[in-house]
Structure formats: C-alpha cells, structure tokens
C-alpha cells in the first residue's frame, strides 16, 4: 500500500485486551483508543485535546494528560512502531527488541525521525474503584497549597488539576457544569485504585485541602458528574476564545514547594502591568509544575 494512504488511516487494526495492547494506524483519535478498550480498560495519556488529538500526533509529542503524574506519557504506552524513513524505507520496531531504545528516541521526536504509520500501545485495566473531587480556592497559592500537601504526604493522584478564575469562568460559560464563579481557583483531584486505600486516602485529600482553606469542596457523586468535572476541566483551553481573541499559552516548570509563591507573584506581576494572565490556566500541577 502506498505510504500516502497509510498515513490518513483511521483504523484500530487489533484490539488484544489479554495481551494489554492495541494496534492502531496514526490518524486514530486519542479517545477512540480509551473507547475501543472500555469498560474493562483505558489508555492513560488523555491531553486535553483527546476528542481531535492523533495517536500520530501524541507520539512525536510524547503527549500526556491529567493521568500523567500517576501513569506517564505517551512513551511509556509506546511499544511498537511501523515507521516509514525520509529514504522511504521502512522500519518495524519493538520496545523489547534487543538493543537501543529506538522507539524511545521516536517519540518525542517531533515529527523528524519519519513518519509512523502504525503504532501499538500498551493500555491499562482500569483501576478497581475512583473517587473525584473538586475543591474551590479563594487564591491559586492555596489550591497550590494543597497540592503540596498532598503529593508530599505520598498521596500520588490517579489525576491532579488545578483550573484559575478565567478558566473556570470561561469554562463553565462553555458547559454549565455547577463549578463555582467567585472562587478564585479549583483543584480537581481523582484517586483511583483498591476502593478501602481509596477512600482512606481520599478522606485525608479531603482534610488538606481544608487545611489549606478551600471554602467549598464538592465530591462526584455519580459517573455522569465525574465526566462532567473533566469534561469543563478539558474545554478550559478552548473557552479562552470566550475571553480574548487570541492568547498565547506557555508552560512552565516550577518546583512543586514554589508553587503558591510562583502563582502569587504572577498575580502581582498581572495587576501591576494591566494583563489578563491566567497563570494556572488549567494545568496539571503534579507535572507540568513538578519540580524533580
Ligand atoms: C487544546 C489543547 C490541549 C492540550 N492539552 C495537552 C495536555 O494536557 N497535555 C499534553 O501533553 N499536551 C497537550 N496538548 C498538546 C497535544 O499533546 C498535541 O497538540 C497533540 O499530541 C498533537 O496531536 P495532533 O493530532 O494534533 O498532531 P499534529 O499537531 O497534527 O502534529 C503534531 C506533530 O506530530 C507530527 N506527526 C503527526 N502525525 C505523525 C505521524 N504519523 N508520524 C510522525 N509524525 C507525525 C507532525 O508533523 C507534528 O510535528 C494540547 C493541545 C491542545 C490544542
């Protein structure tokens, strides 16, 4: 088959749930991966971008997501890649061959090393029992607070995000999902593993991010409320289209203990000069604010 058309593929080829792994061709959406293996199972790599998003994009991008901080990225998912080289020679490689990791350098890659043309993923039973709350923040230096609390105690969240004013106002514009327009920042926290260490563990999540002064904690009741906590997480980058006409996004890298002075300094530094900074915009502060 010419290399033209693999590339537009849309197929999941193979889907072999005991062997944890599916067989995908590169335009394959990232959420159609984690619908093809549900219930039982899911994909963990979930950018906020995973309605439109390809596996073929994710891999030169070593996308990750709101799961990242417990499950890793892409190249953690990657185990085997078709690859087509500027040569149009092609390239099968395995994560367990001998040798080199190539896959490893492919991803990440940014689209430089060549194109792949069929990827297999790893993917994950899903995890025994969840439990998702969204804690309202006056400030983003508290909910930053509470992050620290958490992922210092050893807590380590199945998914952890934190949403600012703008975000959570524009957000909820776009999907009127309850959260709350006068708080200044919400911090989505989900726990997910065996339900007695869950709900243990979520008790005390729940304990510090009073200790750190959210005025309203609201916990997911239902499956159909879960998905929507993340379903207005995730429209959080497309709804700065309902604050400004454009917006320039960068992310950032700060020491977890640093956080609330980082976000308080922003803050400052966005009065002071008259800008609308939306410093924790929507972001995962477990990683993309990780410090290591
Ligand atoms: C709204 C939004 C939210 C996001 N949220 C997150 C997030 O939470 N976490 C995160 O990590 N990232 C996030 N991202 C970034 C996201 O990971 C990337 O934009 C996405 O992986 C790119 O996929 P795509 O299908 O759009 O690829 P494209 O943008 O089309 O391509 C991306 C790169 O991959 C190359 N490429 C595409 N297909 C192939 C192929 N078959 N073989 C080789 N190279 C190829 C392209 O040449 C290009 O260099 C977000 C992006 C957006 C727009």
Redesign the pocket.
């Known amino acids: 088959m010419p290399v033209s058309a693999r ?1 537009l593929g849309r197929r999941i080829l193979a889907v072999e749930l005991d062997d944890l792994r599916v067989v995908v061709e ?1 335009g394959v959406t ?1 959420l159609a991966v984690s619908r093809a293996v549900a219930p039982t199972h899911f994909y963990p ?5 995973q309605i ?3 596996i ?11 799961h ?1 901080h417990k499950y890793g ?1 892409t190249t953690n998912y990657v185990i085997g890649l078709e690859l087509v080289l500027t040569d149009g020679e092609v390239l099968r490689l395995a994560r367990d061959d001998p040798g080199y990791d190539l896959p490893g350098a492919f991803v990440g890659s ?2 430089t090393l ?4 069929r990827i297999t993923l790893r993917v994950t039973p899903a995890p025994e029992h969840m439990l998702t709350l969204v804690a309202f923040f006056e400030h983003t230096a508290q909910a930053a607070e509470a992050v620290t609390a958490i992922v210092s105690a050893g807590i380590v969240p199945g998914a952890i995000e934190m949403m600012d004013r703008l975000s959570i106002q524009a957000a909820e514009a776009a999907t009127g999902a309850g959260y709350r327009l006068d708080a200044g920042a919400a911090l989505i926290v989900e726990l997910d593993g065996p339900e007695l260490e869950c709900s243990a563990r979520f008790d005390q999540v729940r304990d510090m991010c009073a200790q750190a002064r959210a005025r309203d904690i609201r916990i997911a009741g239902s499956e159909a409320k879960r998905a929507l906590i993340w379903r207005t997480r995730k429209a959080a ?2 709804a700065m289209g309902r604050v400004a006409p454009a917006c320039y996004a960068q992310d950032g890298v700060i020491p977890r203990t640093r956080l609330a002075e980082v976000l308080g300094r922003i803050d400052e530094l966005a009065s002071e000069y008259q800008l609308q900074v939306d410093p924790a915009g929507a972001c ?1 502060p477990g990683v993309f604010f990780g410090g290591i």
Not at 45 to 49: A, I, K, R
Not at 114 to 117: C, L, R, S
């Open positions: 590339l590169p990232n790599p979930d950018p906020s971008s439109v998003c390809s073929g994009g994710n891999v030169p991008e070593n996308s990750g997501g709101a990242c990225f940014e689209g060549g194109v792949a043309t980058f497309a995962n």
